[in-house]
């Protein structure tokens, strides 16, 4: 199914792809470049489409997806005093 974003949903995926970089940098060495994290979440996000789904469900569900990477940065990342 054919995404159309909005502008703000596009900044979303973004910030997305941003925090997704930001993840890996966390773990690897050699994270892979922001513009595959970028189409990896465009595709995932197109999973999460039918014709039922609004713009806001899209909006919501790169909100979610954000603030899963954003957690998961909280959880595991060098500011947790677990982070080895």
């Not at 773990?27 to 996000?45: A, C, G, M, R, W």
């Not at 954003?70 to 959880?75: A, K, N, P, Q």
Request: glycine letters at 2%; proline letters at 4%.
């Amino acid at each position: 199914m054919e995404l159309n974003l909005t502008i703000r949903q596009n900044e979303l995926l973004f910030e997305v792809a941003e925090a997704h970089l930001k993840w890996y940098k966390l773990y690897y060495e050699y994270p892979p470049k922001f513009e595959i994290l970028l189409e990896l979440n465009h595709t995932k996000l197109s999973y999460l489409i039918d014709e039922h789904t609004t713009e806001q469900d899209i909006t919501d569900a790169l909100i979610k997806m954000k603030s899963g990477y954003d957690t998961m940065i909280e959880d595991y990342g060098p500011n947790n005093i677990n982070f080895e």
